[in-house]
């Protein structure tokens, strides 16, 4: 069993800046991808960012490119978001999800991961 647990979530003021956790445990499995996904009220989980876990390649949603950074660490089994100059459109619910196989998507929808964290709560004011 894998288990996602997100955390450094919470309230901050348009212009500041968060950094999410997502450390996994579990056992042993095959890590292709870490991804970030977020879903705000009304609408549809949409991605956000995604590293490899061999060679860490990135890739972001384009209106995220510029102020949120994802990195891991392999030691911790953990991944980050760091997030900066947010904006209250960034508020949303924040999920990391874990791939385990290969993704023609290049691991940038939903369907291409196997293991859900259960989110954390991003609000933004203005």
């Known amino acids: 069993q894998v288990q996602l647990v997100e955390s450094g979530g919470g309230l901050v003021q348009a212009g500041g800046s968060l950094r999410l956790s997502c450390a996994a445990s579990?056992?042993?499995?095959?890590?292709?991808?870490m991804g970030w996904f977020r879903q705000a009220p009304g609408k549809e989980r949409e991605f956000v960012a995604t590293?490899?876990?061999?060679?860490?390649?990135?890739s972001y949603v384009d209106s995220v490119k510029g102020r949120f950074t994802i990195s891991r660490d392999n030691a911790k089994h953990t991944v980050y978001l760091q997030m900066n100059s947010l904006k209250p459109e960034d508020t949303a619910v924040y999920y990391c999800?874990?791939?385990?196989?290969?993704?023609?998507?290049?691991?940038?929808?939903?369907?291409?991961?196997?293991?859900w964290g259960q989110g954390t709560k991003v609000t933004v004011s203005s």
């Open positions: 590293i490899r876990w061999s060679g860490g390649r990135t």
């Open positions: 579990g056992r042993t499995f095959s890590r292709y991808a």
């Open positions: 999800a874990l791939g385990t196989r290969y993704s023609s998507s290049a691991y940038t929808t939903q369907y291409a991961y196997d293991y």
